[in-house]
């Protein structure tokens, strides 16, 4: 096998030994690592591989050079004569998806040779996961059309969407491997994953039973997994995510395929685990010579990750070609528009005559536990607690936005919710110079200060009201004498401040939430929260359920209505660029505590804690 | 963009989905005249005419009752109107009068039948007599109206006990909901039956008695469905955004999560129906039912089979069981198919 090259130590320690060996080639890998592949010359990135990933890698700068010119124009039809198509792995021509005679893959053409990286990128939507689906014929209830020659050296060239499914399936694993964004529902929770793995094994392989668990437990070993002997014999709920995701990946690597489907493996994942299961990945690919066709929204990850990259959009490859060309010199607009959909920093300057005044919410020593129940007699007559977030101390002046970053199970939506008033917490807690009392009356002026917008654009407008009747509720609590057509005023004022009228959709405000999209289902929720005025927005990241274009109108959104009405903003978010947009102090959290504080700029660019270094070096 | 037509309500959306579904529809078209015609049983079979024209005046027999001595009988009892001298009396020298389809009462007996009872269809008794010599048209008719009435009573009351229940137990949980099921548990484990048979045995059967019976366990199966509504939708977003608002308990319950939490409740309705309408066939078979003397399909179906020969009898109450229940099962099918959020928009 290949030495491993690329690889970040720090994830991988098995491989430590042959890192160090691989010290050189590792320097001249760094620019990749970085997330300005632009200034790198696409032939020297090539290069700087090892030697044998650089002999695999050869066929496909030819292939994709020919077939491919760099405007990334689909290839003429049928015009691949045998030979060229035998020294590519995966051919797929004019592929056609549809599902009740609504066509979602609309006859595109793309290929993967063997050893090859292609990343299939495009917004939620646009066909990407049904495509690859398609390949396996693992989609239900829709008309495939089209061909996919898959051709595997000594052995006949088949057409994936017309061999009998029998064949299809020995196929499947062994050839042809896949792994899922959610491994927790890709695994099957009844069984250890030593088990999940065997099964595989000797289904494929057709091994004995114990030569099976042994080659389980090697598989596990190879994703780093520390203990594999002991973790074979866990179950799906007793890993961790990164190690569900690793078990995934060893199960789709049992028997060796020539082509693994990766349908955004690291999306359901925390930050800081993300770039490790993506080395673990390269590292893999490089060692069994494997092709990748890894399908992501991301645009971090495919520079990191691919070769190439073909984009999607509405069921068309608008544009494809290799990584380092397309990110240079994107040619088609939709291209552009993805590459430019990364956050930009705009905030406002506060005035200096809101800077000297009071903070509209003051945190002092807030701890937010939960009971949980303790096993055994002792919990028959107390329970014990779960301290979600252990003591957090903040201000936020007018006009100004702190963002709480951390991963999940930090603790900063529990912080988020004691700082709405719905949980109940100990410490101070100050908006408006009131503080949350226990009595839900006492509390109609501090609820009108504070208010807050959701992660889910899906769950957090009732599907069975109107949009009038969800902007105008606050107007219904906080100023009950207003008319009925007064309030609609209102509404549709608050409407219109965050960009939607009447004239964009007729008859907006006796529509229902289904009818809208998850940005502007977004703009919903910020104005009804809007409607009553508040000074301060608790944000619960406001924009990780929505794609990248759509996340950029809707934080510019944000910064606009801030300057405009010098709101005050407490943003909860995963991701550092989001903060690094918006946010004028930062507050990073880790297991309930805080880490750092200070403000946006110092933080990010000379990060102290080592974990807040980990989440901005993974951006 | 969506366009304006699209603009609907999910229940809106709901309905058009369910009248897609052929089976389901007319079901609920036939049903929705049965049980109108139902409601007008009195005039549609009825031992009383509907106007009488007697010596230059109008009667109305069905809404007052008239002595014998008015159309000129012997007697200061209420007119049979079937006797055939009083028939005679009104059809004499001008008079008239507008008789029923069918004509006769519930609980009119043919005196007049040329056969034994019970007899078999002729023209007088379209579907025969049952054995106590009553038209057995008629007994179907208001059997029907009956059984509709009192599942359609004990499914409302079953409703909005549960929901009731269910929706306090959801959104308050903790001690509360504990408490609640633990109270389920125990009742739901008493023997219903048993109960039934005693209280028949020392309260003076009657209809209300029963409905209040049978609704003291009818609404646990129902609760818990809303519970578990309740406790799924109490946690979604738009429901903490409305607390952040300030919007109260209730009116989150009610304007916010309930309407989120019906699709249960309304898909369970014509089950629940049938299953009211077979309890009380059941409980009237075994005669633990309906006070004697009431038209009722279970009764019918006893005297079915006491008098097996009677073909008609057991036949015809079958055809109507059968074709209600039928009915009420095709119509909670497409209330189904259309509730369900995973079947796509055709």
Known sequence: ?619 | MANASLSVSPSRRAWQRFSRNRLGFWSLALFSVLVVLSLFAEVLSNDKPLVVRYKSEFYFPLLKDYSEKTFDGDFDTPTDYLDPFIREKLSQNGNWALYPINPYGPRTINYFAKEPNPSAPSRDNLLGTDDRGRDLLTQLIYGFRLSVLFGLALTVIGVVIGVITGAIQGYVGGKTDLVFQRFMEIWGSMPELYLLIIFSAIFAPSVALLLLLLSLFGWMGLSDYVRAEFLRNRQMDYVRAARALGVGNLQIMWRHILPNSLTPVVTFLPFRMSAAILALTSLDFLGLGVPPGTPSLGELLNQGKANIDAWWISLSTFAVLVVTLLLLTFMGDALRDALDPRKADK
């Open chain 1, 1 to 619: 096998m290949a030495p491993t090259l690329g690889t970040d130590v720090s994830s991988l320690p098995p491989e430590g030994a042959e890192l160090a060996r691989g010290g050189p080639s590792r320097r001249s890998m760094a620019p990749t690592l970085g997330t300005d592949v632009s200034s790198l010359p696409p032939e020297g990135a090539e290069l700087a591989r090892g030697g044998p990933s650089r002999r695999s890698m050869t066929p496909t700068l030819v292939a994709s050079r020919t077939t491919l010119p760099p405007e990334g124009t689909v290839p003429p039809k049928g015009g691949l004569s045998a030979e060229r198509s035998s020294s590519l792995l995966l051919e797929v021509k004019n592929l056609r998806v549809s599902f009740a005679g609504k066509e979602v893959v609309q006859g595109i053409d793309f290929s993967i040779a063997p050893g090859e990286k292609l990343a299939l990128v495009g917004e939620s939507g646009s066909g990407k996961t049904v495509t690859a689906l398609s390949l396996l014929r693992l989609v239900q209830n829709a008309e495939i059309s089209g061909q996919a020659l898959f051709a595997v050296p000594e052995r006949p060239v088949v057409d994936l969407f017309s061999m009998p499914e029998r064949a299809l399936c020995g196929i499947r694993g062994r050839d042809i491997a896949m792994i899922f964004q959610e491994p927790m529902t890709a695994l099957n929770p009844l069984f250890s994953v030593g088990d999940q793995i065997a099964e595989v094994i000797q289904l494929k392989r057709g091994l004995a039973p114990a030569e099976c668990a042994q080659a389980a437990i090697k598989l596990l070993a190879d994703t780093g997994i520390p203990e594999a002997e002991r973790r074979a014999r866990s179950f799906p709920h007793q890993l961790s995510g990164g190690q569900r995701q690793r078990a995934m990946i060893a199960m789709a690597l049992a028997c060796q395929p020539k082509l693994l489907l990766a349908d955004e493996p690291t999306t359901a994942l925390d930050v800081t685990l993300r770039g490790q299961i993506l080395d673990l990945l390269s590292d893999l690919q490089r060692r069994n010579g494997m092709a990748v066709l890894m399908i992501t929204h991301d645009l971090n990850l495919v520079r990191r990750f691919a070769d190439r990259v073909a984009v999607m959009e509405n069921g068309h490859i608008v544009e494809q070609g290799l990584v380092a060309d397309v990110f240079a010199q994107p040619q088609h607009p939709y291209t552009r528009k993805l590459i430019d959909s990364r956050p930009v920093r705009d905030v406002a300057v506060a005035a200096p005559a809101a800077a000297g005044s009071a903070p509209v919410m003051q945190a002092h020593h807030v701890r937010v536990a939960y009971p949980v129940a303790i096993p055994g007699f002792g919990g028959w007559f107390k329970s014990g607690e779960f301290v979600a977030v252990k003591d957090a101390t903040f201000a936020i002046p007018p006009g100004k936005t702190l963002g709480v970053v951390g991963e999940s199970g930090s603790g900063k939506s529990t912080l988020a919710l004691a700082c709405l008033g719905l949980l109940p917490f100990s410490g101070q807690l100050q908006a408006s110079g009131q503080s949350w009392s226990r009595q839900a009356a006492r509390n109609k002026a501090i609820r009108r200060a504070v208010q807050v917008v959701f992660q889910d654009p899906f769950s957090s407008l009732s599907p069975r009201m109107t949009v009038a009747a969800i902007v105008e509720e606050g107007l219904l609590v906080h100023e009950p004498l207003l008319s009925p057509a007064q309030r609609r005023q209102r509404a549709l004022l608050s409407l219109a401040d965050v960009g939607m009228d009447e004239t964009q959709f007729p008859g907006l405000l006796q529509r229902y939430p289904h009818e809208f999209s998850g940005g502007q289902r977004q703009r919903l929720a910020i104005a009804r929260a809007l409607i009553i005025n508040p000074s301060l927005l608790v944000l619960d990241e406001p924009t990780s359920a929505l794609d990248v274009t759509i996340q950029k109108q809707v934080l510019a959104l944000l910064q606009r209505l801030q300057r405009e009405r010098g709101l005050s903003y407490l943003l909860i978010t995963h991701d550092v660029d989001v903060i690094r947009a918006m946010a004028h102090e930062v507050m990073v959290m880790k297991d309930g505590e805080v880490v750092e504080s200070g403000t946006a700029l110092e933080v990010l660019d000379a990060p102290h804690h080592p974990y807040t270094r980990v989440l901005v070096s993974q951006v």
